[in-house]
């Protein structure tokens, strides 16, 4: 499994944007799809973008045009650039190593401690 810690949160006006960052160490981070997700309150974990080991990505609707993730191997790192964000975007976020299996997405090791989003009105 890998090691997980996610940096980069804060607290940002609505239309703002941030740049989170998850590093990665234990594993090899190369050939591992990563996913960032995002826990509000009261509400399940949601994976909102997917970046495969070759580069491709996936979002979420409630994201899409809006988030870019992106990864480099060389620095075992994945990142989330936010841009238009809204109050809704509100959460605590997490990345893990992901594979989607038996109809679902599934992560593969333990969370980190997630890193804080707060979008203001």
């Known amino acids: 499994q890998v090691h997980l810690v996610e940096s980069g949160g804060g607290l940002v006006q609505a239309g703002g944007s941030l740049r989170l960052s998850c590093a990665a160490s234990?594993?090899?981070?190369?050939?591992?799809?990563m996913g960032w997700y995002r826990q509000a309150p009261g509400k399940e974990r949601e994976l909102v973008a997917v970046?495969?080991?070759?580069?491709?990505?996936k979002y979420a609707d409630s994201v899409k045009g809006r988030f870019t993730i992106s990864r480099d191997n060389a620095e075992n790192a994945v990142y989330l650039q936010m841009s238009s964000l809204k109050p809704e975007d509100t959460a605590v976020y997490y990345c893990?190593?992901?594979?989607?299996?038996?109809?679902?997405?599934?992560?593969?090791?333990?969370w980190g401690q997630g890193t804080q989003v707060t979008v203001s009105s």
């Open positions: 234990g594993s090899a981070f190369r050939i591992n799809t």
């Open positions: 970046v495969f080991s070759g580069g491709s990505t």
């Open positions: 893990n190593a992901i594979g989607f299996l038996d109809t679902r997405w599934r992560s593969f090791n333990s």
